[in-house]
């Protein structure tokens, strides 16, 4: 890839105002580098990185996209959804996500006491160093348990104390799959279902997700993703012509550490499948 004279296109990025670690300014410089022609930020549950964002690309000429990865719940299962194209003056859109990152943060307090009370470890001050981020998630308590020497890295820390049945386990809780899809298409974004070959779902439930993401005004599917195995492409490609779906690209980046996750996805895809770019307005000259 590093060799291609062909720009980027990545749709799902993270900042340090979720639980990316890189700044927006640095993940633009690094997309940048990765010659990105076009960009979203999409934090969790935040608009807080956009206009620094938004600044840093115009400085470096890409194609700035604001986003926002919202998080939901269908039969219990936790998805996520990526809108494009946000709205950030949006009333509505914006009175949820604060309703959003005040169940993070209350989430977080739960997480703490339970580690404190079942694992007699410091938790209410790992959930009080955590939730100073703006948009808080497990994994940033995940790195302080590493910090602190609770585990060696944070899939250790998400499997021996916040994963289910694990000491400091608590249930999410965020609004339904409906909720976040009204809020999307009421502020006017386009909404991507994030990752859909990562849910535990069976073939047939993940066919009723897509069915109900498509009811509710869903745009694309994301279908190039790193680390996507090709049965996995193949499945998405299919739900994609199935639902008359458009096919998003992104990195999820969240870490430079990561070495098999670098920013920015081609534009190629497989055949009969229609790019999210075609769903975004030109880019202004």
């Given at each position: 890839m590093d060799a291609s004279p062909e720009t980027l296109v990545d749709f799902h990025t993270h900042s340090h105002f979720s639980d990316g670690v890189l700044s927006p300014a640095a993940l633009v410089e690094r997309a940048r580098t990765r010659r990105v022609g076009t960009l979203a930020l999409t934090d969790h549950d935040t608009t807080a990185g956009l206009a620094e964002a938004r600044a840093a690309c115009a400085a470096a000429q890409i194609h700035f996209v604001p986003g926002v990865e919202l998080s939901a719940q269908w039969r219990g299962q936790t998805i996520h959804i990526v809108g494009l194209q946000v709205d950030e003056s949006h009333a509505g859109f914006l009175s949820h996500l604060d309703a959003v990152l005040q169940r993070r943060q209350?989430?977080?307090?739960?997480?703490?006491?339970r580690l404190e009370k079942r694992a007699r470890l410091p938790g209410r001050e790992l959930a009080a160093r955590a939730a100073i981020a703006t948009?808080?998630?497990?994994?940033?308590?995940?790195?302080?348990?590493?910090?602190?020497?609770?585990?060696?890295?944070?899939?250790?820390?998400?499997?021996?104390?916040?994963?289910?049945?694990k000491a400091g386990h608590v249930p999410a809780e965020w609004p339904a799959l409906t909720a976040a899809m009204t809020v999307l298409r009421d502020s006017g974004a386009i909404a991507v279902l994030a990752h859909p070959h990562r849910y535990r779902l069976s073939?047939?439930?993940?066919?009723?997700?897509?069915?109900?993401?498509?009811?509710?005004?869903?745009?694309?599917?994301?279908?190039?993703?790193?680390?996507?195995?090709?049965?996995?492409?193949?499945?998405?490609?299919?739900?994609?012509?199935?639902?008359?779906?458009?096919?998003?690209?992104?990195?999820d980046f969240h870490d430079p550490a990561v070495p098999w996750n670098p920013l920015g996805r081609w534009l190629k895809l497989a055949s009969g499948l229609e790019p999210v770019t075609n769903c975004l307005p030109e880019p202004r000259r």
């Open positions: 209350e989430r977080l307090r739960e997480i703490g006491e948009a808080p998630t497990r994994l940033h308590l995940a790195r302080l348990l590493v910090e602190g020497g609770h585990a060696r890295d944070t899939q250790e820390a998400f499997d021996r104390w916040l994963n289910r049945d073939s047939g439930q993940l066919r009723e997700l897509t069915a109900a993401f498509a009811q509710e005004g869903g745009a694309a599917l994301e279908a190039s993703m790193a680390g996507m195995s090709p049965n996995d492409a193949d499945r998405i490609a299919s739900l994609c012509r199935r639902f008359k779906l458009h096919a998003s690209m992104g990195s």
